[in-house]
């Protein structure tokens, strides 16, 4: 039996950053299923982050990254993971902490599911 592997990328935009809190895909309700292989994540800017203390990519209740500090953010961002194998299905969302005065950005995850053929 072998194995067939399939890669996909989820993506949500956050919308406007005005505080700390959880910014999920909302409306268009992002999940990562169950046994998704998690190989990269990325952060990318449509309006700067500003003000704010940190963000960090999430699935559900699984920290996919550490924290970034918003001062290290550029325009694009390959995050280093710490979470790769998802064992439930899980909302994206972009948690932020402190106070920010602007931002918006587009959250990617690529990922693997793997099915026997």
Request: aromatic share 6%; net charge negative; hydrophobic share 40%.
């Amino acid at each position: 039996m072998s194995k067939l592997g399939k890669v996909y990328t989820a993506s949500f935009q956050t919308g406007d950053v005005t505080g700390a809190g959880d910014y999920p895909s909302g409306g268009s309700s992002v999940f990562l299923p169950e046994g998704a292989l998690v190989v990269k994540a990325y952060i990318s800017e449509q309006t700067a982050l500003a003000g704010g203390t940190n963000v960090k990519i999430v699935s559900g209740s699984t920290d996919l990254m550490s924290v970034l500090a918003t001062a290290s953010i550029a325009d694009f961002n390959d995050v280093t993971l710490t979470a790769n194998k998802m064992t439930a299905a899980g909302e994206l969302k972009l948690t932020t902490t402190g106070t920010y005065t602007a931002g918006a950005a587009t959250v990617h995850v690529v990922y693997l599911m793997e099915s026997a053929e």
